[in-house]
Nanobody, 115 residues
Framework: QVQLVESGGGLVQAGGSLRLSCAASGSTFSTQDMGWYRQAPGKQRELVAHISGDGITTYADFAKGRFTISRDNAKNIVFLQMSSLKPEDTAVYYC?????????WGQGTQVTVSS
């Protein structure tokens, strides 16, 4: 069983920055892919960024140049550094763990960007 706990969300003004963290436990972390998704009210959940076990990263177009995903395998944490935030980035942000047999999700952390 994998547990994922996100933190770091909050209210920020447009143009500001936030760093989200996702702490993983109960699993082999370093070899597994991790990622961040988000879901705005009335919209589908969408991929924000993905990082492979060996550190290869991919980003949604809206995240390129503004968001950075990283991981600390020694501490079993994945981060999402977000800068130049826009009101349209307002959403609940979820951490995802791609397991060998199952995928796991965190409970989500709210990010609200005011204009």
């Amino acid at each position: 069983q994998v547990q994922l706990v996100e933190s770091g969300g909050g209210l920020v003004q447009a143009g500001g920055s936030l760093r989200l963290s996702c702490a993983a436990s109960g699993s082999t972390f370093s070899t597994q892919d991790m990622g961040w998704y988000r879901q705005a009210p009335g919209k589908q959940r969408e991929l924000v960024a993905h990082i492979s076990g060996d550190g290869i990263t991919t980003y949604a177009d809206f995240a390129k140049g503004r968001f950075t995903i990283s991981r600390d395998n020694a501490k079993n944490i994945v981060f999402l550094q977000m800068s130049s935030l826009k009101p349209e980035d307002t959403a609940v942000y979820y951490c995802k763990y791609w397991g060998t047999l199952l995928d796991y999700w965190g409970q989500g952390t709210q990010v609200t960007v005011s204009s």
